[in-house]
């Protein structure tokens, strides 16, 4: 089975834009949660999507946001970027209690 | 609100030394408890988890961690870590009922295991 992908890799985008990120989860997992990871805050929870619906969230701005298309494929959206923005964002996938976690886009703002 | 708290941020071992690691957890009512490891270069992997039953679980690469319930404890222990072994481990924490996939991490543990 594939693992969780995230695309892009690695991002570099300047003050003030937005950026989309994207994860594609295993095959048959109905649930994704998106990370951020930094190394003064850690990781920290942004959201969960489970059938096209958020059904958690974290405690981050309104700039942070994500959907969850029909196929389970998910996007998260940052607008307005700004330079503490900067982190590894981590998707992972889940069929009932374990996460599994994709590789990760590394985001630079400059 | 629940968090969870790693006592050590770094940690050095010779191979073959014994590794337990620290962790306790904010939260009155049922929990899951989980242990991830990344290690460099590499994605999150799940290296134990604890939902019910037996306090004393095992995981992969011989791993094991005990759950204290009175404590709110769930260290991490393995008897004769590997150079391998060094890597950042996690600890978190999700509610046990309704908590869905929402983990609560701690600030994470930098093993380092020196031949």
């Known amino acids: 089975k594939a693992g969780v992908t995230q695309t892009p890799r690695y991002l570099i985008k300047t003050r003030g834009q937005q950026v989309t990120l994207s994860c594609s989860p295993i095959s048959g997992h109905r649930s994704v949660s998106w990370y951020q990871q930094t190394p003064g805050q850690g990781l920290q929870f942004l959201f969960e999507?489970?059938?096209?619906?958020?059904?958690n969230k974290g405690n981050f701005p309104g700039r942070f946001s994500g959907r969850q298309f029909s196929n389970s494929r998910s996007e998260m959206n940052v607008s307005t970027l700004e330079l503490g923005d900067s982190a590894l964002y981590l998707c992972?996938?889940?069929?009932?209690?374990?996460?599994?976690f994709g590789p990760g886009t590394r985001l630079t703002v400059l | 609100a629940q968090s969870v708290s790693q006592h050590n941020h770094h940690v050095i071992l010779s191979e073959a030394a014994s590794l337990e690691l620290g962790c306790n957890y904010s939260?009155?009512?049922?929990?899951?408890l989980f242990w991830y490891v990344q290690y460099p270069g590499q994605h999150l992997q799940l290296l134990l988890k604890?939902?019910?039953?037996?306090?004393l679980v095992k995981g992969i690469k011989g791993f094991e961690a005990e759950f204290i319930k009175s404590k709110f404890s769930f260290n991490l222990r393995k008897p004769s870590v590997q150079w391998s072994d060094t890597a950042e481990y996690f600890c978190?924490?999700?509610?046990?009922?309704?908590?869905?996939?929402?983990?609560?991490f701690g600030a994470g543990t930098r093993l380092a295991v020196h031949p």
């Open positions: 978190a924490v999700t509610p046990g009922r309704g908590g869905y996939n929402k983990l609560i």
């Open positions: 999507y489970f059938s096209e619906t958020q059904r």
């Open positions: 604890y939902f019910s039953g037996d306090p």
């Open positions: 992972a996938s889940s069929s009932s209690n374990e996460q599994f």
């Open positions: 939260y009155g009512g049922t929990v899951n």
